[in-house]
């Protein structure tokens, strides 16, 4: 089965630097790979999807990547704030109607 | 829209007790998703249906847990009996179809005692 691993259960940043989370994955090459936000009692918010014949995307100051020869996904928040602070999830889709699969997440937590 | 709403937001119920959460999509929405949220496990699907018919239950735990979608805009997910190790955070998810983003509802923290 795919197994998903987020680089760390919590990151600590100072404001105004690029915070980077690590999603890797074995087995299957998904079709796309999602990032969510989580916020402390809150369901997941969609962020960004990325296919697997895409390098990169963007959206305001959130840039992921995605490397289907590591197994890889980075997702970059430039100039951090305090109220990027949450759990960040990645998340797989394998194609074929299948529901995604989600990492445990990384708790991101932006210092003033 | 108002988004996935789910009810109740919370739960307290004793062991052996039946409970019953429930969700509304949002419209249009033509694929729903059960989860469940733990510190250990993180996110693990339970059910998802698409055009209201379950297509993989596999995720359910026991038979003591039951889904049902009797109509596009509601869902049911059924714990009869409950157990202290059903506590968790349940969302119910929906999505256009199931390679698009989800749009989670706020979820049920359920507590068994």
């Known amino acids: 089965s795919q197994k998903i691993e987020q680089n760390s259960e919590a990151l600590n940043i100072q404001e105004g630097k690029t915070a980077t989370l690590t999603c890797n994955y074995t087995n299957y090459s998904p079709a796309y790979l999602q990032w969510y936000r989580q916020d402390p009692g809150r369901g997941p918010v969609f962020l960004l999807l990325i296919r697997e014949n895409e390098k990169e995307k963007r959206k305001e100051r959130l840039k992921v990547t995605f490397d289907t020869t590591l197994k890889q996904s980075l997702f970059h928040i430039t100039a951090s704030q305090p109220a990027d602070s949450a759990t960040y999830l990645c998340a797989l889709d394998v194609g074929g109607n299948t529901p995604l699969v989600f990492g445990k997440g990384t708790r991101l937590s932006v210092i003033a | 829209d108002a988004g996935v709403i789910q009810s109740p937001r919370h739960e307290v119920t004793e062991m052996g007790q039946e409970v019953t959460l429930r969700c509304k999509p949002i419209?249009?929405?033509?694929?729903l998703f059960w989860y469940r949220q733990t510190m250990m496990r993180g996110l693990e699907l339970l059910i998802y249906f698409n055009n209201n018919v379950p297509i993989d239950d596999s995720g359910m735990p026991e038979d003591r847990f039951s889904a049902k979608m009797p109509n596009a805009s509601f869902s049911t997910l059924k714990i009869q009996p409950s157990e202290p190790r059903d506590s968790a955070v349940y969302f119910c998810?929906?999505?256009?179809?199931?390679?698009?983003?989800?749009?989670f509802g706020s979820g049920t923290r359920l507590t068994v005692v």
């Open positions: 419209s249009g929405h033509n694929s």
């Open positions: 998810a929906s999505s256009l179809q199931t390679n698009h983003g989800y749009t």
